[in-house]
């Protein structure tokens, strides 16, 4: 869980994602969650787009317009002020980063700075690999929902690569990773406590299930397929 030179919160904010080492201890597979903006395909950056922020500030009016914040507003002011908030909200919409996650395998992986590591398992391979695929499967279906990134929010939760590394880690251990137990001591975890499960969980149908190719797919092929699956979301007609 490396950090960086920011602060949020009082403590530095941080990228987490999981990793897979063989017995010999070294780094042979990682699963990273992270930003695709819709514009450029682009993966991996974390960036606050402006478009993102006029959403969530669209969002924000709207929130206190419904809840009657405005009272003192004439009426048809107030839904001229949500009629506007809508089309900010919309058109930001069609720019704003997706939540998607990507994947590397293979002994050639560069070693990255890791400032807290946390042993989610610690089995024989043949488990070891179930419980990877079983991420992987997770994975794929986290690309194909329609999850909005959201590194911070003014009005909802986060949605980030701590949602998913939260996920996939109870995805591995068959637990929820609590605040009590996760390493956020020292560095910020905006996201981690948001579940994205439910973006997903009513379209499963749409999905491969690695169970089901466990024999026909070699690992590197369930990397490569959902390295692949990031752009193949984008497409309406998948």
């Known amino acids: 869980m490396p950090g960086s030179g920011l602060m949020f919160g009082g403590k530095e904010p941080s990228h987490s994602f999981l990793r897979l080492k063989n017995h010999l201890g070294q780094v042979v597979g990682e699963i990273h969650g992270g930003a695709l903006d819709q514009a450029t395909g682009d993966f991996g950056q974390m960036k606050i787009k402006l478009s993102s922020l006029f959403s969530q500030l669209a969002k924000y009016v709207k929130v206190g317009l419904e809840k009657n914040l405005?009272?003192?507003?004439?009426?048809?002011?107030?839904?001229?002020?949500?009629?506007?908030?809508?089309?900010?909200?919309?058109?930001?919409?069609?720019?704003?980063?997706?939540?998607?996650?990507?994947?590397?395998?293979?002994?050639?992986?560069?070693?990255?700075?890791?400032?807290?590591?946390?042993?989610?398992?610690?089995?024989?391979?043949?488990?070891?690999?179930?419980?990877?695929?079983?991420?992987?499967?997770?994975?794929?279906?986290?690309?194909?929902?329609?999850?909005?990134?959201?590194?911070?929010?003014?009005?909802?939760l986060a949605q980030n690569c701590h949602s998913v590394s939260m996920l996939l880690a109870k995805v591995v251990t068959g637990n929820v990773v609590t605040a009590e137990s996760r390493v956020d001591q020292t560095f910020a975890m905006p996201g981690a406590d948001t579940n994205i499960e439910t973006s997903f969980a009513s379209s499963s149908s749409r999905f491969y299930n690695t169970e089901a190719t466990e024999e026909k797919?070699?690992?590197?092929?369930?990397?490569?397929k959902v390295n692949f699956s990031i752009r193949k979301s984008m497409s309406p007609s998948f």
């Open 70 to 156: 405005s009272n003192s507003l004439d009426p048809k002011m107030k839904a001229k002020i949500y009629e506007v908030a809508s089309k900010i909200e919309i058109g930001a919409k069609k720019e704003e980063n997706k939540l998607k996650v990507g994947s590397k395998f293979g002994l050639c992986i560069s070693p990255s700075r890791a400032d807290v590591t946390m042993e989610l398992a610690s089995k024989s391979e043949e488990k070891v690999m179930k419980v990877w695929k079983k991420a992987l499967d997770r994975a794929d279906k986290i690309n194909h929902a329609d999850i909005e990134y959201r590194p911070i929010s003014l009005v909802d």
């Open 217 to 224: 797919n070699n690992l590197s092929e369930l990397h490569d």
